[in-house]
Each structure stands twice: as C-alpha cells, then as structure tokens.
C-alpha cells in the first residue's frame, strides 16, 4: 500500500523531510478496525512530531492523526462496526498514522461518518472535536457554573482548528457567552460565523480589551495556543476560583503559581490520553465523535474544512506541514485520495 513518512526529523523544506513509500498492508486483529483511507487532514501535532521524533533505526514514521474512511475488515472482538461502515476519527500518537491507504484503528476512538458530509469534509474533524468536545465538557466542565463568575468562555486562537471547534461546540451546546481571540479582519469574521459573541486582538494586550468589553470576569478560559505569552493578561481576566485549560507545549513548562492566588484549577487535555493509555472510558471518545456526528447532521456544527490540498503524498503533505507552521491558517487543510 502506498504511504507517506519519513526516517530522520528535518525542517520540512528539506528534500526528504517526507517523503513516499510502500508498505504491506496491515493485518486487523483484536479492537481494530482496518480502514481503508479516503481522506486525512493535517494538524500541529504533525509538524511537531515530523521534526522532532526519531523513527527506529531503518523505519519510517507514518504521520497523520485525522482521517475518514470505509472499514474493509474488523479484528475478533469488534462489535461497534461492520465492513462498509463510513467513518471518522483521530487515531493515536503511538501506533503508525493515517497517511497511508489502509490503517489500523481501535473501534473505541472511532465514529460513524457524518451522513450529510463528505469524506474530505469529515476529516477536518475529528482530532480538534475531540481535543475541545473533551477540553470543555470533561476537564472544564463548562455546565458546573462557577459561583460569582460570569457565564463566559475565553477561547485564544479562536480560528485555527481547535478554537474553530470550541467556538462551535460552546455556541451549541451551552449557553456561555463566547469571547474568542484572533489576529486578522478574515478571521474575526471566521471565529464571528462559527459562534463567537465577542473577538479580542491577540496581538496586543488581551486583559484591556476583555475590561472594555463590561461583561465581567469568565467563569472558564481555554488557551489553545501561545499560554505563555498570554498568561499574565489570562491570569488577569479570569474569575476567582475559575478553571482554565491548556493544551500548547511550551519549552521550559508554564508556570501554574500565580495562579494560585485567584486558586484558579488548571486543566491540561492530550486527545490522545485515553487511547494511548487504553483508559476504562476510552470509548467515550466513540461516544462523543457520535454526537459530533449528530451536532453535524442537524446542522448545528459545520466541518472546518478551508483548504485541500490535492491527494494524499508527500509533496502535498510538505506543503501542508509548510502552511500549518506559518501559524497563520484558518480553519483545516485536507488532502483526499491516493
């Protein structure tokens, strides 16, 4: 089968930084499924595990956290899906990825396709649903009020993928008043469309813009992006006793102290925990990728798909790894088809 990876980290500009193999096709066994491909998206997480993380000796690292497909074959214990099935999902950090024409997936972090989206459409979805469906309803647990706070959500980067998400999720399932932070006018208009109340400037001083607003102190503050930068104005904005969530990997650590005072609880989310540790609730994300699905097909949530890229290879993929470290996307980048 035909596959994208790599076998040194390197800039993504260099000429082998990925680049296109054949591999036998896998073998599902277990809880797996075996997909056959047909869409991916890419994320971060990509870029960051492609120049970082050395392959073993003599192998290839297979990228790729987002994917849609049709399942072709199922291991002994599946009971949750069929061959045939359309479905979706983000896969796991320490098994090969999605960029690849037939994957293994374990069925307990996989969920039906939406029917109303295609399959490139799909794939914009999973991996940033799951981070902000689990960031605000399982470590923030937004619908617990937090007494004396404003019923408020802070989303920073509102209009990359995870905040795209957040931003939608909140905007449909709560009642939170949503302040959300971006850069440019086109993505002001993007966080505005997908659910935001209010849109903060994060390239000046964010605890000034939230005091103009009037609107009180948030209850919740979810930091997606930069939370070094930003901790100081965060700090500043959010209510006492408040519970503001992370998921950005800074050099050096963050420093959670001054939080105390405010006795602010922080919430650290990884989309890949519960499948990477095969949690006793690992099939909570089955479950929530099923409510996406539902939020999709009512016409509550939209896919956040922007921009695709072509089919799946490594020339399409650098440029996508290229545009994703340019910080300045909106939304996801898709590729679909071998």
């Given at each position: 089968?035909?596959?994208?990876?790599?076998?040194?980290?390197?800039?993504?500009?260099?000429?082998?930084?990925?680049?296109d193999?054949?591999?036998?096709?896998?073998?599902?066994?277990?809880?797996?499924?075996?997909v056959?491909?047909?869409?991916?998206?890419?994320?971060?997480?990509?870029?960051?595990?492609?120049?970082a993380?050395?392959?073993?000796?003599?192998?290839?690292?297979?990228?790729?956290?987002?994917?849609?497909?049709?399942?072709?074959?199922?291991?002994?214990?599946?009971?949750?899906f069929?061959?045939?099935?359309?479905?979706?999902?983000?896969?796991?950090?320490?098994?090969?990825?999605?960029?690849?024409?037939?994957?293994?997936?374990?069925?307990?972090?996989?969920?039906?396709?939406?029917?109303?989206?295609?399959?490139?459409?799909?794939?914009?979805?999973?991996?940033?649903?799951?981070?902000?469906?689990?960031?605000?309803?399982?470590?923030?647990?937004?619908?617990?009020?937090?007494?004396?706070?404003?019923?408020?959500?802070?989303?920073?980067g509102?209009?990359?993928?995870?905040?795209?998400?957040?931003?939608?999720?909140?905007?449909?399932?709560?009642?939170?008043?949503?302040?959300?932070?971006?850069?440019?006018?086109?993505?002001?208009?993007?966080?505005?469309?997908?659910?935001?109340?209010?849109?903060?400037?994060?390239?000046?001083?964010?605890?000034?813009?939230?005091?103009?607003?009037?609107?009180?102190?948030?209850?919740?503050?979810?930091?997606?992006?930069?939370?070094?930068?930003?901790a100081?104005?965060?700090?500043?904005?959010?209510?006492?006793?408040?519970?503001?969530?992370?998921?950005?990997?800074?050099?050096?650590?963050?420093?959670?102290?001054?939080?105390?005072?405010?006795?602010?609880?922080?919430?650290?989310?990884?989309?890949?925990?519960?499948?990477?540790?095969?949690?006793?609730?690992?099939i909570?994300?089955?479950?929530?990728?099923?409510?996406?699905?539902?939020?999709?097909?009512?016409?509550?949530i939209?896919?956040?798909?922007?921009?695709?890229?072509?089919?799946?290879?490594?020339?399409?993929?650098?440029?996508?790894?290229?545009?994703?470290?340019?910080?300045?996307?909106?939304?996801?980048?898709?590729?679909?088809?071998?």
């Amino acid at each position: 089968m035909r596959a994208v990876g790599y076998q040194t980290p390197q800039p993504i500009a260099a000429e082998t930084s990925l680049v296109d193999i054949e591999l036998p096709v896998p073998e599902a066994t277990g809880h797996d499924l075996l997909v056959e491909v047909k869409a991916v998206s890419v994320n971060p997480v990509d870029t960051k595990v492609r120049s970082a993380a050395q392959p073993e000796p003599g192998q290839h690292r297979i990228l790729g956290y987002d994917a849609s497909g049709v399942v072709k074959a199922v291991g002994e214990n599946v009971t949750l899906f069929k061959p045939g099935d359309a479905v979706f999902y983000a896969g796991v950090i320490n098994r090969p990825g999605t960029n690849s024409e037939f994957h293994l997936v374990d069925e307990r972090i996989v969920g039906l396709k939406p029917k109303s989206l295609s399959f490139a459409e799909a794939a914009a979805i999973p991996l940033t649903a799951i981070t902000a469906y689990e960031m605000l309803f399982h470590r923030l647990k937004v619908r617990d009020e937090v007494v004396g706070a404003n019923n408020a959500l802070l989303v920073t980067g509102g209009a990359g993928g995870v905040g795209s998400m957040a931003n939608q999720l909140a905007r449909a399932l709560t009642d939170l008043t949503i302040i959300t932070t971006t850069s440019r006018p086109e993505t002001s208009q993007w966080v505005r469309d997908l659910g935001a109340h209010h849109v903060l400037d994060h390239s000046n001083a964010l605890a000034p813009q939230y005091a103009a607003l009037g609107i009180g102190a948030p209850a919740f503050v979810f930091s997606v992006t930069r939370s070094d930068l930003h901790a100081a104005d965060l700090l500043a904005i959010i209510a006492p006793q408040g519970r503001f969530g992370i998921i950005d990997e800074i050099k050096g650590g963050f420093d959670v102290m001054p939080f105390k005072g405010k006795a602010v609880s922080i919430h650290w989310e990884s989309m890949f925990t519960r499948a990477v540790f095969q949690t006793a609730d690992m099939i909570e994300q089955h479950k929530l990728l099923t409510h996406v699905a539902e939020l999709v097909d009512s016409g509550q949530i939209r896919t956040t798909l922007t921009e695709t890229l072509g089919t799946i290879n490594a020339a399409n993929l650098k440029k996508a790894h290229a545009l994703i470290e340019s910080g300045r996307t909106k939304g996801k980048i898709v590729l679909e088809g071998f």
